[in-house]
């Protein structure tokens, strides 16, 4: 049965526990930290983290995960708002996932930048300066 199969598949499992932290908590800070390790178990990854917009256009990350703490952290880092151009920041906002699934590739996978159209996943060149940023902190895939 496919109501069965949704009812107990993994990404429901997942959403069902990060609903649950949610529930726990009114701190947004415990809601997002409960998030980033559920999100890096799923995933399976070194490392998640939340980064946010500030007013001055800097960033923070306000929430950050990391497997067996084998990675130094980058908990309540600013970052300058010259790192994120105005373009590249807006399109953060407007697509709903980002992805450079290897660094090495050098692409980027956006999904859903018109949520009134269909979902599909449309691929564009990734910025250099971006990928040596990335490749400065060790990644090799961002979702």
Same mark, same amino acid.
């Given at each position: 049965m496919v109501i069965q199969e949704l009812a107990s598949s993994p990404d429901t499992e997942l959403f069902g526990r990060i609903m649950c932290g949610i529930r726990r908590s009114q701190n947004l800070s415990e809601v997002l930290s409960a998030t980033v390790?559920? /999100?890096g178990q799923f995933l399976n990854c070194d490392r998640v983290k939340i980064y946010e917009f500030q007013p001055d256009e800097t960033g923070c990350v306000v929430a950050e995960w990391i497997r067996e703490q084998r990675l130094p952290s980058l908990l309540g880092l600013t970052f300058p708002a010259d790192d994120i151009p105005p373009h590249a920041r807006e399109l953060f906002v407007k697509t @709903?996932? @980002?992805? /450079? /699934?290897?660094?090495s590739e050098r692409q980027i996978g956006q999904t859903g930048i018109d949520p009134t159209t269909p979902e599909e996943v449309r691929y564009r060149p990734l910025d250099p300066c971006h990928a040596e940023y990335l490749s400065a902190m060790g990644i090799q895939s961002s979702l």
């Amino acid at each position: 049965m496919v109501i069965q199969e949704l009812a107990s598949s993994p990404d429901t499992e997942l959403f069902g526990r990060i609903m649950c932290g949610i529930r726990r908590s009114q701190n947004l800070s415990e809601v997002l930290s409960a998030t980033v390790g559920e /999100v890096g178990q799923f995933l399976n990854c070194d490392r998640v983290k939340i980064y946010e917009f500030q007013p001055d256009e800097t960033g923070c990350v306000v929430a950050e995960w990391i497997r067996e703490q084998r990675l130094p952290s980058l908990l309540g880092l600013t970052f300058p708002a010259d790192d994120i151009p105005p373009h590249a920041r807006e399109l953060f906002v407007k697509t @709903r996932a @980002r992805s /450079v /699934v290897n660094l090495s590739e050098r692409q980027i996978g956006q999904t859903g930048i018109d949520p009134t159209t269909p979902e599909e996943v449309r691929y564009r060149p990734l910025d250099p300066c971006h990928a040596e940023y990335l490749s400065a902190m060790g990644i090799q895939s961002s979702l």
